[in-house]
């Protein structure tokens, strides 16, 4: 009973000093509602960003074939470079390093039909370690394997919009049918989703690449290999990569410096370079919210100063009716306590309403999507308030509380 | 009830030390009603202050109900002041920010008595004073001659055995004094002792004795 009563005399007096109350709060809520937001706008560009880098293992490296721009033994500049199996063949078996490897043919958009329905899609020839490397996700059947390889067979793996585009109405299973590439008949064994944002990723269609040499192309020409590093560092990574360009020199008989007679693409280093982007930011942000922190800190020890300062009569008065020091020291903590809590609370609260709302009716964009707080990090900036609150209360408190009742009663 | 032995009392601020209280003696047997006069700062209210335990003495003897008063903890004194005492001031002293009723239960507060039974006891106490219809009015909303039977009524509910009043009307007109001392008069007939400090020679005839001090020391007891 004695304790529902002392906390209803803290909300009688919080209740009947507003100003003081909303003072006191406000700091809270501010530097609580602050840091949600930080936290959260820095986590809606790093996830914008992020996005960018899905459809792909973050440890891939694509090599493609280019034209020269350095003078080699003799040869010209502008001579272009063609990639065959041998080169896919040579990397696979003397470069060591690589888990997933797979050569790939360009053939661009093709007309594929089937029966009336029909649309042009981004034709895809390559190993079945391209699903892999690419992190295709399968909703029906499978991916290319290597049966498909050796035996040249006319099978296709289509992405979901391809599905959608050419199965329709009534005629909407499309495993095991057959569809028209270039007027060639192919048997679907498989619908992915890639997890890429960009659409034209849906709209592909995988074959395997014997396959797409001998039926369109007729020779041994590719246009770019791919691998993923495994578990390698970084540094073991960049070394594939030197030895599959050395190679690629030798086998091809330009510099090794020469960039533009391969573009190499690693996946991991444009990672890396962004990491390192966002550390900087998490760290700026951080350096912000500590500093709005301190700032409700402060707001809160003078707020709580000020109140103390201000209540020294009424201590005075409660102390002559029969209050015990430690009676007041609770009542002024009590309060501290109970309203940065509150206005933590409710800052808390804020905070995340505003950045849900802008999660949903802001669009994400291609820097920013999905804002959202770490919450953990949001409870512990409250308490940590809070406990400033009542570390600030505390002290003054103290003095108050030993205060003769005299002299808080002479004070005007 | 009280008794006092060569109280002495010195404030001392800085390097300066002023000896305000020179050696008292006074006994208040327990149900008198006397009053103190004296020029202004010859240490009447340091004297009430000393027998209200919200003031320390230098030496001497402070008996206050048969316990020896001298340096107790805050803990003790702020137990003795809710039990044996009630205060009624000349600037009132109410809590701003609570009405009437709050003002008069905050004592029982202190004595942990629930907050619905403490505004029923508080509500008891204000129609004694006359005052039922002010009891959600806010002090600041109250006349002078109302605070102080709000504070009077505050002074009593903690049913002490003496009520110390420092110029209890001395912010009061004349009319609302004598309506005040009423209350104190009919407050002492119930067997509580009853000590006012005072400047008014009307106020202090009223009580049964009156005690003079000049310069920290008593110069004289008047029987009225
Ligand atoms: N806290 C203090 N520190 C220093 N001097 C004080 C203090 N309180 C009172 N005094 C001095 O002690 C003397 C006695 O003060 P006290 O308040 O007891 O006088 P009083 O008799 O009540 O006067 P009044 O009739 O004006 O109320 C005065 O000279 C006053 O200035
Ligand atoms: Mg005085």
Redesign the pocket.
């Known amino acids: 009973m004695f304790e529902i009563d002392k906390w209803q005399e803290i909300y009688s007096t919080v209740r009947k000093n507003k100003l003081r109350t909303f003072l006191t709060g406000f700091s809270v809520a501010w530097g609580i509602f602050m840091l949600i937001i930080l936290l959260g706008s820095g986590a809606g560009l790093e996830n914008g960003v992020k996005e960018q880098f899905k459809g792909g293992a973050t440890n891939g490296v694509w090599i493609s074939s280019g034209i020269t721009s350095i003078q080699y033994k003799g040869l010209k500049i502008g001579r272009p470079i063609k990639f065959t199996n041998e080169d896919y063949k040579s990397i696979k078996t003397t470069v060591s390093g690589p888990d997933r490897i797979s050569a790939r043919l360009f053939l661009g958009n093709n007309l594929i039909s089937y029966k009336n329905e029909y649309g042009s899609f981004f034709l895809s020839p390559c190993h079945p370690d391209y699903g892999f490397i690419k992190e295709v996700s399968m909703i029906q059947g499978r991916f290319l394997n290597n049966i498909d390889i050796t035996e040249f067979r006319k099978v296709a793996v289509i992405g979901e919009k391809v599905k959608t585009a050419l199965f329709k109405g009534t005629d909407t299973v499309a495993m095991g049918k057959y569809i028209k590439i270039n007027g060639v008949l192919f048997k679907v064994v498989g619908i992915f989703r890639d997890f890429s944002r960009n659409d034209d990723e849906q709209k592909r269609v995988y074959i395997p690449i014997s396959t797409a040499q001998r039926v369109f192309q007729g020779e041994n020409v590719i246009n770019q290999i791919s691998f993923t590093t495994g578990d390698a560092s970084s540094a073991e990574a960049d070394l594939m990569i030197q030895k599959s360009r050395a190679l690629l020199s030798k086998l091809h008989t330009f510099d090794v410096d020469d960039n533009r007679a391969v573009n190499i693409w690693n996946k991991n280093e444009e990672v890396r370079k962004f990491q390192a982007l966002f550390a900087g930011i998490r760290m700026f942000i951080w350096i912000i919210g500590i500093g709005t922190i301190v700032a409700g800190v402060v707001g809160v020890s003078n707020i709580m100063m000020i109140v103390v300062k201000e209540r020294t009569k009424e201590i005075g008065i409660r102390k002559s009716l029969g209050a015990t020091p430690w009676s007041i020291v609770a009542l002024i903590m009590q309060e501290a306590i109970i309203i940065t809590s509150f206005a933590g609370y409710i800052g808390l609260v804020l905070g995340v309403g505003l950045l849900e709302l802008i999660s949903k009716k802001v669009p994400a964009s291609e820097f920013f999507r999905n804002p959202e707080a770490d919450f953990s990090i949001a409870v512990m900036a409250t308490v940590l308030l809070v406990f400033a609150g009542a570390i600030a209360g505390f002290f003054p408190a103290m003095r108050a509380a030993k205060v003769k009742p ?2 808080a009663l ?1 004070d005007e | 009830m009280i008794k006092i032995k060569q109280i002495h009392k010195s ?3 800085g390097q300066n030390s ?1 000896h ?1 209280l020179k050696g008292i003696d006074l006994e208040i047997g327990a149900g008198e009603m006397i009053s103190i006069m ?12 000393i027998l209200g335990i919200l003031d320390d003495y230098d030496s001497g003897e402070y008996l206050l109900n048969g316990l020896f008063i001298n340096k107790l903890s805050e803990r003790k004194s702020a137990h003795l002041r809710n039990q044996m005492i009630g205060f009624v001031f000349q600037s009132f002293n109410l809590v701003s920010f609570k009405n009437a009723m709050e003002n008069v239960a905050l004592p029982l507060y202190y004595q942990n008595v629930p907050r619905k039974k403490r505004n029923l006891i508080a509500m008891e106490y204000l129609e004694r004073m006359g005052l039922q219809e002010w009891a959600h009015h806010l002090p600041n909303e109250l006349s002078g001659g109302q605070k102080q039977r709000v504070a009077i009524a505050r002074a009593l509910i903690g049913k002490p055995k003496v009520i110390l009043a ?2 209890p009307t001395g912010a009061l007109d004349s009319k609302t004094s004598l309506e005040v001392m009423d209350i104190l008069q009919e407050i002492n007939s119930t067997g509580i002792t009853v000590i006012i ?1 005072t ?1 008014e020679h009307d106020i202090a005839m009223r009580t049964k004795k009156t005690i003079r ?1 000049t310069d ?1 020391n008593i110069t004289e007891i008047v029987v009225n």
């Open positions: 005299v002299e002479r | 404030y001392v601020t002023l305000v004296g020029a202004s700062g010859s240490g009447k209210s340091t004297l009430l202050n420092d110029e400090v400047h001090i920290g």
